[in-house]
């Protein structure tokens, strides 16, 4: 299942397929986003290329975009080391979202039509069926997620907050599926936050649906700290 807030893919040229650096981009993304490829892990081109069965050339042009995205940094002489997250990212990653989300869901209450408001209401239904029968493991939990608020950042009308917000998932992703359990655990505690933002949209408070997303959030961040500094960080983690 993909994450939220990936870079848009292109095609090459006139066939309408995706270019074969795109497609490492996303393969490689995907994996640093999830943890398949942990973070400080160095990353060998050639290497990289052999295993994909390619030139260097797409790998080289696939890791300046993730380089781009702030997933990867070059170590001279040696090729390039996924970035580390700490604590720090933690607070800055949920600090942003706090605010920028909760003025979005705001946003979403004044200007998203009825009719755009209900499709909201199903898809949290529809990902929280989804859930309950065990059809979804974490990661499809996070995806569920993610598509909920980056759907409300998209109803603010505001196209450059819901650009804002789409990278914040993504790198929140990242920093949340450190342990993926965490997410099944709190599965029933964020279904009733959202079934609680949704009705706030729909009843038109923009206030209460400011409100009900920035404590969702702020909830959500210290879960994450808590995983952090109380399972042990390991040393992919840099505790400040």
Same mark, same amino acid.
């Given at each position: ?12 040229? $006139? ?7 795109? !497609? ?5 993304? @995907?994996? =640093?986003i999830?943890?398949? =490829?942990?973070?400080? &892990? ?5 290497? %990289?290329?052999?295993?994909?069965? *390619? ?10 975009? %993730?380089? !781009? ?5 070059? =170590? ?10 700490? *604590? +720090?990212?933690?607070?800055? *990653? ?8 909760g ?5 979403a209450? !004044?200007?998203? $039509? ?8 199903? %898809? ?22 993610? $598509?909920?608020?980056?759907q409300?950042?998209?109803?603010? #009308?505001?196209?450059?907050?819901a ?8 790198? #929140? $992703?990242? %920093? ?5 359990? /965490? ?5 029933? &505690? ?6 609680? =933002? ?14 009900? /997303? +920035? ?6 961040? &210290?879960?994450?700290?808590? !995983?952090?500094?109380? +399972? #042990?960080?390991?040393? @992919? *983690? +840099?505790?400040?």
């Open positions: 299942m993909s994450s939220t807030g990936g870079r848009n893919v292109r095609n090459n040229g $006139t066939s309408g397929r995706i270019s074969l650096s795109d !497609q490492l981009y996303h393969t490689i993304r @995907e994996k =640093i999830t943890w398949q =490829i942990p973070p400080n &892990e160095i990353i060998v081109e050639a290497r %990289l290329a052999e295993e994909n069965h *390619v030139s260097k050339t797409p790998v080289r042009e696939a890791l300046a975009l %993730l380089s !781009q995205d702030g997933l990867v940094e070059v =170590i001279p002489r040696v090729g390039y080391r996924v970035c580390p997250v700490s *604590v +720090q990212d933690v607070h800055e *990653v949920f600090e942003l979202r706090i605010f920028l989300e003025e979005a869901a705001a946003l209450a !004044q200007r998203a $039509t009825e009719q755009e408001l209900l499709m909201l209401r199903d %898809l949290d239904r529809a990902g929280a069926e989804s859930l309950r029968e065990g059809k979804s493991d974490p990661e499809d939990y996070l995806y569920f997620h993610d $598509t909920f608020h980056l409300i950042a998209k109803l603010s #009308g505001n196209s450059r907050l650009g804002f917000i789409a990278k914040l998932l993504r790198d #929140g $992703t990242r %920093l949340r599926m450190r342990d993926p359990l /965490m997410s099944k655990r709190g599965l029933a &505690e964020e279904q009733e936050d959202s079934v609680r =933002i949704v009705e706030a949209l729909i009843s038109r408070d923009a206030k209460r649906a400011r409100q009900l /997303m +920035q404590e969702h959030i702020a909830e959500s961040k &210290e879960r994450v700290l808590m !995983q952090i500094m109380h +399972q #042990g960080a390991g040393p @992919e *983690v +840099q505790v400040d």
